[in-house]
Every structure is written in structure tokens, then in C-alpha cells.
């Protein structure tokens, strides 16, 4: 099977030939680890801790749970206004973590190409704990909880996730909840636009052994 550097470099030489330095120059090229959801949910993750409870975002509640990040409520608002679908986490009305998705209605996640996700529109992206609540596991219950949601939309759906290579803990609890790893994308967004170009490799291994 193909390694991760094979991934690198043929994903690097495929965007050398589909853009011109002119563009390339502006940005950077992103590796995700792709994952791949056929279900069940695992039987390790039980219910939420008590205390703790999820709700899906608004326009009207973001600025509530993210009003101490700017940015956050910047692009929760747009996450909102473009149909995704955001599973927040909080206790006692302060924000826990967040965790969105896509549908077949909604565009892709923001970093991926949409050749892609028009293909396979259910897609977990772009998720995070808050400070105060990380090292508990409590990723893996909003992983869960997300999944859990698309599946009661679309009990057939198969749901993909993205993840920075470098974001181990996340990955984690993907392999965790029930997700497998369905190879590797490179991705290079188009600086001040929407355009994604990238290319899936789904032959080559997640780097750092995770299985």
C-alpha cells in the first residue's frame, strides 16, 4: 500500500500540473486524513456526562456560545447561513465544543474540493473542545452526537470525515466512535475565494500508525 510521503508527492505533483505558479505562489497545499463511516456508533461510547447536553446551532445562538470568539461567531454565521449543520456541546450555557456537518443539500466543507463532496455529501468537519474541557473523552460523545444526527436524517447515509494530519487527537476519536480511515486528500484553496482544487488518494495509509 501506498505510504503518506507517496500521497505528498503525488499530490503535489498532480497540483503542479493542474495550476500555474501564479496561483500557487499565494497559498499552501493542506493534507487531510480522510475517514469513513458505515456504522454502528461504537458500544464504548455511552451517553453524554451528566451535565452535559448538545444542541444544534442557530443564528441566534451562536453569538451566545461562541460570544468569546469573534472569529468563531464569524464563521459559525456563515457555517449557519450556508445549511450546515453544527452540534454544540455546552453545561450550564457555556459552550463545550462544536462539531459540524454537511447534507445533501449543503456545499462541501469549506477545505475540500466540491468534485468530491458532491459525490459523497455527508461530511464531518471543522470541530474543536474548549479549553477548559479537554483531556475528558468529550470529543468522542460529540463525535458520536454528530454522527448519531446525520443518521437521523439519512439512516442509509455514509458519512466522511476530514481531519489535518497533525490533529492526532481528533483522529483518535473518529477510530474511536466507529470511523475507518478511507486514505488521504490534498487540498489547496484559492486565497480570498471559494475555489478548492485537490485530489483523494484513498490507496495511502494514515501517517503515525493509527489504525
Known sequence: MATMVDGMVGGLAWLDKKLPESIRSRGFPIAYNIFEFNGP???????LPEGIDWTLATMDNVADFFGHNEVLVKISRRFVEDGYHGVLLHQAGKLVGYLWHTDKNTKGP???PVSVTKRD???VFHGG????FQRRGLFNHMTAATVRHVLSMDPKAT??????????????AFL???????????????????KVYG???KEIQHPGGLK
Not at 41 to 47: K, L, M, P, Q, T
Not at 129 to 132: Q, R, V
Not at 159 to 172: L, T
Request: no cysteine.
Open 110 to 112: 469549506w477545505g475540500l
Open 129 to 132: 473542545i474548549e479549553p477548559d
Open 176 to 194: 474511536k466512535v466507529g470511523f475507518k480511515p478511507a486514505g488521504v486528500m490534498i487540498s489547496f484553496r484559492i486565497p480570498k475565494t471559494e
Open 159 to 172: 458519512v466522511f470525515g476530514d481531519i489535518p494530519v497533525f490533529r492526532i487527537a481528533p483522529q483518535k
Open 41 to 47: 456508533v461504537s458500544e464504548e461510547i455511552g451517553n
Open 199 to 201: 485530489r483523494w488518494f
Open 121 to 123: 455529501p455527508y461530511w
